[in-house]
């Protein structure tokens, strides 16, 4: 097929679009090198560098035989965008393109618009281009698990039927995000649903948990195929974080009480994910929602897990539980429905000690170059 990844040079548009490359579909990725910049401007940058874009996509051929197409721009210029949906009439767009984290969306005024109009300029120029040019195309959109908040009631897979005052109907499943960042992904939702109403677009919705690991089939093929690793306190999320931190000597940082619990998935499921998501498509007029993570851990046992395997591998690893930076439950309810894409065939990977291990193993190459003072600086919301 021929799939257009939007944020393709991102910590999983890159792995995806070498692992549908290897698979055979013909791929272009754009990108702004947005993240990259931030990372920057906010000194934070990942654990270790990474090929710009271009170089990756040259590495990739030769170490794979074969091309994926970069276009360095961004998706929020729509001229630019639709240039590219002419051309190339995609069959598939996965959607990354988006200002990923809520810390950074809380950081200050500036980073709080960046964020709202890059999240939703993006998702409306996609639909846009996608309806003047390619009405047929799947739009495979990357929503998050936050968009549901943490309410007091089983979490359904995207929809809620209602009964009230004796009649039934069928709505999105009510949305309270905790950050602005997730509160846009929510306006994304919305503006999608909007045009699969109305233009008869197909789209499929992917509640993701946060992700972790470091690792897929492709990357490893080669060290200059890594993907990027965030650790620090804006772009890393927590899992990765503790294993870092447990390297580095740095007392694992569990924010509050630690009881939040979220739904957890390994890098090489979302690419698993977005592969099923892919082949099955959404019909036209359709928004299909899936709830997509594998298994559900409070922050406290995820510290728990990385202290136990850091111990083994000899690093002393201490937890301490800081003043909550977020605005968050600490204990809640949390029983998401995640059935949707294991009946589509998904096989989890799930959080072993071997796998722990595995990330231990690559950061520790790397422990070197670990800047504590990246770690936690108390960015409160
Ligand atoms: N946390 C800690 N200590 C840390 C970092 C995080 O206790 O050092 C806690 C947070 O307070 C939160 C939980 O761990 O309760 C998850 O935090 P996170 O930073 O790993 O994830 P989050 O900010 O929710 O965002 C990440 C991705 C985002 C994605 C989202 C999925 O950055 O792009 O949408 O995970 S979800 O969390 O399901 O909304």
Redesign the pocket.
């Known amino acids: 097929m021929r799939v257009l990844i939007l944020g393709g040079d991102g910590y999983l548009g890159w792995p995806t679009a070498m692992a549908f490359s290897a698979k055979g579909h013909e791929v272009r990725v754009i990108d702004n090198y947005l993240r990259r910049r931030l990372c920057r401007e906010r000194d934070v940058e990942g654990l270790y560098e990474t090929p710009n874009l271009l170089e990756r996509v040259r590495r990739w051929k030769a170490i794979s035989g074969k091309s994926i197409t970069p276009h360095i721009g961004d998706c929020c210029d729509y001229p630019f965008l639709s240039r590219i949906f002419e051309q190339f009439e995609p069959e598939a767009v996965i959607h990354y393109a988006?200002q990923?984290?809520?810390?950074f969306s809380m950081l200050d005024h500036g980073a709080a618009d960046l964020t709202i109009t890059n999240n939703l300029r993006s998702t409306l120029n996609l639909a846009w281009a996608v309806h003047a040019f390619v009405p047929q195309c799947h739009i495979i959109k990357?929503?998050?698990?936050?968009?549901y908040g943490t309410p007091n009631i089983d979490i359904e897979e995207g929809w809620l039927d209602i009964d009230h005052n004796g009649r039934r109907d069928r709505f999105l499943y009510p949305r309270q995000?905790?950050?602005l960042?997730?509160t846009t992904?929510i306006q994304d939702t919305d503006l999608l649903w909007f045009y699969v109403r109305t233009w008869k677009l197909a789209v499929t919705d992917l509640?993701?948990?946060?992700?972790y690991g470091l690792s897929t089939t492709e990357t490893d093929l080669d060290d200059e195929l890594k993907t990027n690793f965030n650790y620090d306190?804006i772009?890393?999320?927590?899992?990765?974080?503790?294993v870092v931190?447990a390297v580095a000597g740095y007392p694992?940082?569990?924010?509050?009480k630690?009881g939040?619990?979220?739904?957890y998935l390994n890098i090489r499921d979302t690419l698993a994910c977005v592969e099923l998501a892919l082949l099955t498509p959404a019909a036209p007029g359709e928004l299909r929602v899936f709830n997509q993570?594998v298994e559900t851990f409070s922050?406290n046992e995820?510290?728990d897990r990385v202290s136990r395997v850091g111990k083994a591998r000899g690093h002393a690893v201490t937890v301490e539980n800081?003043a909550?930076?977020?605005v968050?439950a600490?204990e809640h309810y949390y029983n998401p429905v995640h059935t949707g894409l294991r009946e589509l065939g998904l096989k989890p990977h799930l959080l072993t000690d071997e796998v722990l291990s595995q990330m231990f193993e690559v950061v520790e190459r790397h422990a070197g170059q670990i800047d504590k003072h990246k770690?936690?600086r108390g960015y409160r919301w």
């Open positions: 988006e990923p984290s809520a810390p990357l929503g998050t698990m936050g968009e995000a905790g950050s960042y997730h992904k509640m993701q948990g946060p992700v306190e772009f890393g999320t927590v899992l990765n974080r503790f931190q694992l940082t569990v924010y509050g630690g939040q619990t979220r739904g993570f922050v995820l510290a800081l909550n930076p977020r968050e600490e770690i936690f």
